[in-house]
């Protein structure tokens, strides 16, 4: 499949057309950004690395029964996937307080959450992705009723499968953040990554995080994280 032209670049990833009207390809980045884009950095081989920790984990939620865009790795940093309309939502599921949720009700970080509990922020950075319930997207047009209900059913799908896959790698679930999208013929799958970028791992071990906290919170040690999850995650 050849790249045609660029449809989109964001944050972490370029979008190209295919031949195909159905097919996009993505190619992801190097770059790192963070606090809504105000951190600006590098972490090498990032791109190769997420493309393929996020390949090995839709794989298996598609197995699951989660529907996803992914149809196939082309190379280290490039992935076919599905064509779809993005939602402008960041589903976030949390199992353990941490980021924005420890400072926003004052628990303090690590501490367990009653049970897995979903939040939605609506995806615009001029805004930086406030947080938004299901009357204010109702009410924005952004989902239906039943869009919304879907998104819940397969978010805490996905953290049933991901939070049993991680523990068997040694990490733990804390958090972390999807995105759907609607095909042309209006099924919602799930799109985007999921990688360090996105979720929360800590070592079940020592607590060591092993995530984009090490470069948002100048941890140390960014890349070597990042491959060791990779290592982790492909065994
Ligand atoms: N997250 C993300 N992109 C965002 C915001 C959050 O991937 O734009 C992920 C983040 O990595 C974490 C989870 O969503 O795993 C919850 O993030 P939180 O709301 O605590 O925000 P943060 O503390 O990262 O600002």
Redesign the pocket.
Known sequence: MKRGKQLYEGKAKKVFATEDPDLCIVSYKDDAT???GAKKGRIADKGAVNNMISNIVFALLEEAGVPTHFVRQLSDRETLVKKVRILPL?V?V?NTA????S?RFGVEEGKPLAGPTLEF?YKNDELG?PLINDDHILALGLASEDEIAEVRVYAHKVNEVLEAFFNDKGLKL????IEFGKTPDGRVILADEISP????LWDVETNEKM??DRF?RDLGKVEETYRAVLERVRT
Not at 98 to 101: I, K, L, M, N, R
Not at 197 to 200: A, G, L, P
């Open positions: 963070a606090f809504n960041e976030i949390r941490a980021g924005s949720f400072k922020s992705d804390i958090d972390f953040k970028d996105t979720c929360r995530d984009k948002r």
